[in-house]
């Protein structure tokens, strides 16, 4: 901005192009289910329309603009279309959408409490108030001795929830010396995998990663939890971490968080629970039970971006001591010492996170939850859970589908009596189709499809349409 | 969006807030310089003034904007003022502002490349370009073994390199069965905190990390690194790592990459090259010396973020070997496996960074890119450079002031002649004072003020203003 400079651009223009491209959103978004929702581009055709050297010379912005339309929007997977329901949802909403302006327009850091108080405090504040709108126990608020963060994702929660385990098992001599490779990690056959990736980097080494039997819900035995750490320790090994699933990716299975929480008070294990993709459903009493028992967990964490209409990247994190966290990932350089910080009465958000910097992510949650109020996202929540089990109701109905499990909230997992090969020719069908989206997984050993209800703005007409569009594929592939 | 529901914003109110958000974004960057720089805020001070319990229903957009304006900005320290002379410049742009603006509209996530083509080929292309902008060594780009991502912050970036070299160094056995404990890193006593941070997280252990001598200009000095790793070989250790930093965060000091890397490839050791905040600098041909050596480099990054008009986060990473980095961070469970990634003819990018989710960040490079040309970026980086050597001028002639050392590009660090203590109270009255901001380091056990020029509309006339500052300041705390 500033009109003064040949190469900046003039606030008038700021405006201008600032309208056009609000407008353009707009326009994106009511013309997004005219686009196949996984994008038919091939490796390289995105790459081969862009010119191989960078221009030496400004260009307009309008003629930016245009590639946007021409060059990238076909080489778009649709996340935001309301027929999207591939791996997980990652909704945004309006709200959301200009709270991220706002943060690209302030350009504030958010790492010390110094460096924008309002980036830090805001933070706190909105983690607070979700500790209250999902029932969280109260030791997770800030008040106490725990606290929640933004994280970018799951993953990074999880890195920073098992570092902070294995600082403790350790006395936090790990961070000293180096990980020893006796300490061991637990978490079921279900897991996300970017618990083993923790596992991997923070040094632990993925044998000693142990992964839990579950049930014939795919949640995780808590008796075969106890057994293994028991063989563990008579091993020699020092177990420190278990981390329990509300929600996998793969079927939404629950692990059954107060009795792995008894079995890690027991053994004096961090419990690191992952509620990524469904903890947002504690929004709405009817679906507290997901978090029974989460009073005995040490950290704990779901995703705004995936189900709360929250851009990404916005992974809410609570521990409950947040001096372990601290003191695990805390580094006071002279450079970034400041007298806020050492007074102690501040948090200082880069001790609780890998990375160094942060973008000021709170004003988008603080933008969701003004906008839509407690009540309007449990609106949301609710249709969502209603709409995946009215799909779970056509396909238990329809003789050629098997349902894998009762859908626990918004994800259908199904497949076709067929075996492995009509279901995976059936997403392949419908995929290339490019009215809806869907992914699989596999669940005992069989190709399974995932049907997940949590796009913004998908009605009950999409979800039949879907259901439509799936009778008609699978009618084809019979002889 | 969409009318339909009363709880979305509908497209028609988006439309109008957006327009309203652009218009308040310009406002504020035309008023910033009527602010304190440093918020003056005290601490809970801004969580006061929010209401301790979430709304039950939602609220209006104009009074969620309206308090912005009143709670949200007295909160914040104004980055984006021309008087921002603190820690590192972390600098946006118009064009950066609308294309984040987009990222946010479309809401796709990147990790792999057919959950958005687009996402992750625009993101290799403009790494490539990069490559050729800045003259590095060809071997970071995307079309021979090598390439380059996407990070979040540098901090990331050292972890990434440091896992890729662990897992090198023992046959990608620690990943397995765990670190050893004996695998030693190396970096200067002046290397970003960061790279201490990434030691402990990766489990090799703060006691086997190496804060290697450097010489009168802050620079690592070659000959005693090669010591250093001569002696914990003979000590059993297992040398794996060196951080080499152009331009340190204290004093932008420039260690001598190519002498480095030749005590690197005679030892194999991977070397990292940390150029967060200077490397922008190379797109100017009379700067390049400062990455002379670059080809015996294993990896590298540089922050867009900080110097380049681009909105955090955008670090870009680059490796000469990407397969070292895929197979150290690489993890493929059921339910994200495709056939364009098992056809191996595209980039995964969740392979090369901690987290699974991405947002659109190549986006932003590339309207800041081709808003701006090669030329822009230039005029830029070399007028910023410019004023931090008059500025360092200034100093040199004033007898109260100490020039530390010759600003190598837009740094100056200098203290008052009076000691630590003046040179203290000479920077809490000037932060105080609110019309700039500047922050301190140590060098050599004193206290040094660090002046920044790198604001995206930082003028002569600011760095003017900012000297008579700090002489009428340095005035009155004389007797």
């Keep these: 901005m500033r009109d003064k400079n040949g190469h900046h651009m003039s606030t008038d223009e700021f405006r201008r192009w600032g309208k056009a491209v609000v407008d353009w959103i707009a326009d994106y978004q009511e013309r997004v289910e005219s686009y196949p929702v996984l994008s038919r581009v091939k490796p390289g055709e995105i790459r081969?329309?862009?010119?191989?050297?960078?221009?030496?010379?400004?260009?307009?912005?309008d003629t930016i603009l245009a590639d946007v339309e021409k060059i990238i929007v076909p080489g778009l997977t649709h996340w935001q279309s309301?027929?999207?329901?591939?791996?997980?949802?990652?909704?945004?909403?309006?709200?959301?959408?200009?709270?991220?302006?706002?943060?690209?327009?302030?350009?504030?850091?958010?790492?010390?409490?110094?460096?924008?108080?309002?980036?830090?405090?805001?933070?706190?504040?909105?983690?607070?108030?979700?500790?209250?709108?999902?029932?969280l126990p109260a030791v997770f608020r800030s008040d106490g001795t725990g606290g929640g963060v933004i994280q970018d994702s799951?993953?990074?929660?999880?890195?920073?929830?098992?570092?902070?385990?294995?600082?403790?098992?350790?006395?936090?001599?790990?961070?000293?010396?180096?990980?020893?490779?006796?300490?061991?990690?637990?978490?079921?056959?279900?897991?996300?995998?970017?618990?083993?990736?923790?596992?991997?980097?923070a040094g632990l080494g993925r044998e000693n990663f142990r992964l839990v039997e579950v049930d014939n819900r795919y949640a995780m035995r808590p008796e075969a939890l106890a057994e293994r750490v028991r063989a563990d320790r008579n091993g020699g090994g020092k177990p420190c971490f278990v981390c329990a699933t509300v929600g996998t990716t793969s079927s939404n299975a629950m692990d059954p968080i107060a009795a792995i929480g008894d079995v890690c008070r027991q053994e004096g294990l961090w419990l690191h629970v992952d509620g990524a993709m469904a903890g947002t459903a504690a929004l709405c009493p009817e679906f507290r039970w997901i978090q029974e028992g989460l009073e005995r967990a040490d950290s704990y964490c779901f995703n705004p971006h995936k189900w709360m209409f929250t851009n990404f990247d916005c992974d809410c994190f609570y521990v409950a001591d947040r001096s372990a966290l601290i003191r695990t990932l805390s580094i006071l350089p002279e450079y970034l010492r400041n007298r806020a910080t050492e007074s102690g009465a501040v948090i200082d958000y880069r001790d609780w996170q890998i990375p160094l910097g942060r973008r000021f992510r709170a004003l988008k949650l603080w933008f969701v939850i003004r906008h839509y109020g407690v009540e309007g996202l449990r609106f949301h929540i609710r249709r969502h859970v209603e709409l995946a089990k009215r799909f779970a109701g056509w396909v238990e109905e329809d003789d050629r589908f098997?349902?894998?499990?009762?859908?626990?909230?918004n994800l259908v997992c199904f497949r076709h009596r067929g075996g492995d090969d009509v279901t995976r020719r059936l997403m392949e069908q419908v995929n290339g189709d490019g009215r809806i989206y869907l992914t699989h997984t596999l669940l005992d050993g069989q190709w399974v499809l995932r049907f997940c209800v949590g796009q913004t703005y998908t009605e009950e007409h999409h979800v039949e349409t879907a259901w439509r569009i799936l009778q008609e594929t699978a009618a084809k592939l019979e002889p």
């Design 154 to 201: 799951a993953s990074s929660a999880s890195l920073c929830a098992l570092l902070a385990a294995r600082e403790r098992a350790t006395g936090y001599a790990a961070n000293e010396r180096g990980c020893t490779g006796k300490l061991v990690a637990y978490a079921s056959s279900q897991t996300h995998s970017s618990v083993e990736k923790a596992v991997k980097i």
């Design 402 to 409: 098997v349902l894998c499990i009762p859908p626990p909230l």
């Design 48 to 61: 081969a329309k862009l010119p191989p050297a960078p221009p030496e010379k400004g260009e307009a912005f």
């Design 82 to 135: 309301p027929n999207f329901y591939a791996f997980f949802p990652a909704n945004t909403s309006a709200p959301s959408i200009l709270a991220e302006m706002l943060t690209a327009g302030l350009g504030v850091q958010g790492m010390l409490w110094a460096t924008s108080p309002a980036c830090t405090e805001l933070e706190s504040h909105v983690l607070d108030w979700l500790v209250d709108m999902l029932a």
